[in-house]
T-cell receptor, first 111, second 116 residues
Framework: TQLLEQSPQFLSIQEGENLTVYCNSS?????LQWYRQEPGEGPVLLVT?????EVKKLKRLTFQFGDARKDSSLHITAAQPGDTGLYLC???????????FGGGTRVLVKP | KAGVTQTPRYLIKTRGQQVTLSCSPI?????VSWYQQTPGQGLQFLFE???????NKGNFPGRFSGRQFSNSRSEMNVSTLELGDSALYLC???????????????FGPGTRLTVL
């Protein structure tokens, strides 16, 4: 069974602070995706990382894929209230489109 | 390009009933996957369809079934509903139908099913 563990489960910070969310597994994934989900809505894809050691930046968000493609992190610089949401990592293996999701990290950015 | 659409958005059923949920993928996407999201178990994969064939299946009982039509639209059916089936059911479409590394999936808003 492939498991993706996210930490922390909940994060509450003040506007302007930085935060990092971690996603770890004992399995190797061919790609890893990060999503943000608002209450009552579907997850929205933020980024896909596919190469070990890859770093991608999306404005104030930085995503990193571990060298062994088993772990990933999401770093938000100078968080804003609009960054509030449930952040989910999801790994895919080469066979088909089955995604294994982490348990999610609920982020609350207070103004 | 229109996103993934799911109907209905909300549904209330009673135990023992059955339900059918519908999903229209992004135009040109041929793979459709279904997920169940609950507070306790998080997001769990139900099944994936590609070219009208089920290609992958998660660990759910046979009460959960699905199908895909020639226009890539998909439906999922849950028979003999149980209280524990209350969840947000999400559909995701992907442009990649073949096994590969770039399995980007785009989710619809979900159908909120409540079983009383």
């Amino acid at each position: 069974t492939q498991l993706l563990e996210q930490s922390p489960q909940f994060l509450s910070i003040q506007e302007g602070e930085n935060l990092t969310v971690y996603c770890n597994s004992s399995s190797v994934f061919s790609s890893l995706q990060w999503y943000r989900q608002e209450p009552g809505e579907g997850p929205v894809l933020l980024v896909t990382v596919v190469t070990g050691g890859e770093v991608k930046k999306l404005k104030r968000l930085t995503f990193q894929f571990g060298d062994a493609r088993k772990d990933s992190s999401l770093h938000i610089t100078a968080a804003q209230p609009g960054d509030t949401g449930l952040y989910l990592c999801a790994g895919a293996q080469a066979a088909g489109n089955k995604l294994t999701f982490g348990g999610g990290t609920r982020v609350l950015v207070k103004p | 390009k229109a996103g993934v659409t799911q109907t209905p958005r909300y549904l209330i059923k009673t135990r023992g009933q059955q339900v059918t949920l519908s999903c229209s993928p992004i135009s040109g996407h041929r793979s459709v996957s279904w997920y169940q999201q609950t507070p306790g178990q998080g997001l769990q994969f139900l099944f994936e369809y590609f070219s009208e064939t089920q290609r992958n299946k998660g660990n759910f009982p046979g009460r959960f079934s699905g199908r895909q039509f020639s226009n890539s639209r998909s439906e999922m059916n849950v028979s003999t509903l149980e209280l524990g089936d209350s969840a947000l059911y999400l559909c995701a479409s992907s442009p990649i139908g073949l096994a590969g590394a770039y399995n980007e999936q785009f989710f619809g808003p979900g159908t909120r099913l409540t079983v009383l």
